[in-house]
């Protein structure tokens, strides 16, 4: 059975790094990341929230057709609404496909830290929409909003006791991603 594997989480806490690796250990699975898949709509740096709102609609249909093809996805990308959340689950399961959400936890105060540390060199260097999300959280309240999510995730987690709860280990790539093939009962 095909399965839609969902990477939530907070902004900084590893999920397209995550994703990445994953489709790279994995072979045929699609690694759907609605970030960069953004980037594909013309004037997403202007309005990266617009942009967001025009690709999920595609990219619901871009998951159930690979799925109904009899191959994986993986899908890093924080959904704080329990009913967004379900939107996902719907393209997947609609199409007789499995619907796995682990969602990588910090401590409040690491995830904003992480959040202000991430695309500062490294793996994520990689992802142009760093600043477009940078700018949109400082405009919508800095810290606090960060603060908000994390509240929002853990809202979320206990209202999907389905999903799967991974601490993601700040500058350990490599055991969090162990975590999570543990969790879901997948080989590296």
Known sequence: ??????????????????????????????????????????????????????IRPAALAFISAYLAEGHDVVLPQMLARVGELERFEAAATGVGAEFVTVMLTDEEA???ARFHARGAGGADEVDPWHEQVRRI???????????????????????????????SLDGDVDATYRAVLTAVGAEA
């Open 1 to 54: 059975m095909a399965r839609l594997l969902h990477l939530n989480g907070p902004p900084g806490i590893g999920k397209s790094t995550l994703a990445r690796r994953y489709a790279a250990e994995q072979p045929g699975v699609l690694n759907c990341d609605i970030d960069v898949l953004r980037t594909l709509i013309g004037g997403w740096s202007d309005d990266f929230a617009a942009a967001g709102g025009l």
């Open 110 to 112: 690491s995830v904003v």
């Open 137 to 167: 959280v400082a405009e919508e309240g800095g810290d606090g909003v960060l603060t908000h999510y994390h509240r929002r995730l853990r809202e979320v987690l206990a209202a999907r006791p389905d999903a799967l709860e991974v601490a």
